[in-house]
């Protein structure tokens, strides 16, 4: 199968766990086969190839999220990372690109497009497997698979069939309805629109020379920004006539909510907690180090981490997005690809963070022109280049770079380290990489 995995989300649904660079597929609340906690994108992997195991897949997504994805899943999958947020069908049409001009995949084979985040079982990704086959024998120019609904529902759009056989032809698409409008859709065979979909690599190539003209995927890339931001469904779907739906009839559930969460943690508690024998129907997740008790608590859900504190009846959890988009706080948890850091203290003029290093993986090579950084080794071994300088770290080794020198940190076993960074403007943005080969060279 060639899958691309769309990855996107603002981070708001599942705060103060998710964040604007941990979106709620990264947060790890759901347990694999052997009983260790893992995120609904390790899932996903980990059922995908379950089922095919020469599956190509490539992940969509944006330059804050792309090392996340490869922290948690390395090497085994493609990542296609978008210059700026432009919507579904911009992002979709630079994957198609990607695989095709980047990958080497034939324009004659399906390709499956579907969310890196639905909680389902193994039958889900069979019908995707037989979604791409149904896009490769040319039945139709776009293939879609829509959700057999459980109940009428407000949260999603639907895809009206002809009939209510396994695979129909689509009549038309319908917008999120009220309630006694979902009810009169689900009397006519309706399915949810899950923004699943196949076609033929091609077909959504020439498409998208008809709407944006552009010679190839760094092409494409290099004018992504001036893209116009439209989804998938207004820029292709409502508008082919060439459209058939398969009907998928197992479970499927939009894991959206700490609501939705909640039903599918592994655990009630995760993290230091306590909940007294009163506790009903409550789950508490919490990532700080000290304790949270609960007491009496029935229908809630309480998360903490270095970005806050939610305490919240599961219902209105579902609410709170407006109410998270007035709070302004950075980050204080990511995953990177080398390992993770947390934020511990944030004053004016200094910023103290814990860095987690992964035995085998090094940061870039780089500097900052506006803060010094002091490093304090508190465990484990590694390696420092600063200036082209090599030194090997152990426990209790101190190191600091003044701005504007060169630096990169390796792990040889797995790393913690406290950084401690100064200066009176500390931002993100103070960054600029040089490629490893100049740490090398200037060693020389």
Not at 128 to 149: D, F, H, R, W, Y
Not at 313 to 331: C, F, H, L, N
Request: charged share 25%.
């Amino acid at each position: 199968m060639n899958i691309i995995l769309l990855s996107g989300g603002s981070g708001k649904r599942l705060w103060p766990l998710s964040n604007d660079v941990r979106s709620k597929q990264f947060i790890k609340l759901l347990k694999n086969d052997q009983g260790g906690y893992e995120s609904m994108l390790q899932r996903v992997y980990r059922q995908i190839t379950a089922v095919d195991a020469e599956a190509n897949i490539t992940i969509a997504t944006s330059k804050s999220q792309a090392s996340a994805i490869k922290n948690q899943l390395g090497g085994k999958v493609s990542i296609c990372v978008e210059p700026c947020r432009r919507d579904t069908f911009p992002a979709v049409l630079l994957a198609a690109a990607y695989l095709h001009d980047e990958l080497g995949v034939d324009g004659n084979e399906a390709v499956v497009v579907c969310p890196v985040d639905p909680y389902v079982d193994c039958t889900y990704y069979e019908s995707v497997k037989k979604l791409q086959e149904l896009a490769e024998s040319g039945g139709a120019n776009l293939t879609l698979m829509g959700i057999e609904p459980v109940y009428p529902s407000e949260k999603y759009g639907y895809i009206i069939p002809e009939d209510g056989e396994d695979i129909s032809r689509v009549r038309e698409f319908r917008e999120k309805p009220d309630m006694e409008t979902a009810k009169r859709y689900l009397a006519q065979n309706a399915l949810w629109n899950a923004g699943i979909f196949a076609f033929r690599l091609d077909y959504l190539l020439d498409k998208g020379r008809t709407m944006t003209s552009f010679e190839d995927y760094r092409d494409l890339f290099n004018r992504y920004s001036s893209l116009a931001k439209i989804s998938f469904d207004y820029a292709v779907a409502e508008k082919e006539s060439s459209i058939q739906v398969l009907r998928y009839r197992g479970d499927w559930r939009d894991v959206g909510t700490w609501n939705m969460m909640a039903e599918v943690m592994a655990d009630r508690v995760k993290g230091r907690a306590m909940l007294d024998d009163a506790c009903e129907n409550t789950h508490v997740v919490n990532e700080l180090n000290i304790p949270i008790l609960c007491m009496g608590c029935r229908d809630m859900v309480v998360a903490a981490s270095g970005d806050g504190i939610l305490i919240s009846d599961r219902e209105r959890s579902g609410y709170m997005k407006p109410y998270v988009e007035k709070i302004e706080t950075g980050a204080r948890y990511a995953e990177k690809s080398w390992g993770t850091y947390t934020v511990i203290d944030v004053q004016p003029g200094s910023m103290t963070i814990k860095v987690s290093m992964k035995a085998g993986e090094r940061m870039s090579y780089h500097m900052h022109n506006d803060r010094e950084e002091v490093w304090t080794v508190v465990s484990g071994r590694g390696k420092a280049v600063v200036d082209g300088m090599e030194q090997m770290l152990r426990v209790g080794d101190v190191v600091t770079i003044a701005p504007g020198c060169k630096h990169t940190v390796e792990a040889v076993t797995d790393l913690d380290m406290v950084e401690v960074q100064l200066g009176e403007e500390i931002s993100v943005g103070d960054k600029i990489k040089f490629p490893m080969e100049q740490a090398a060279r200037q060693r020389l």
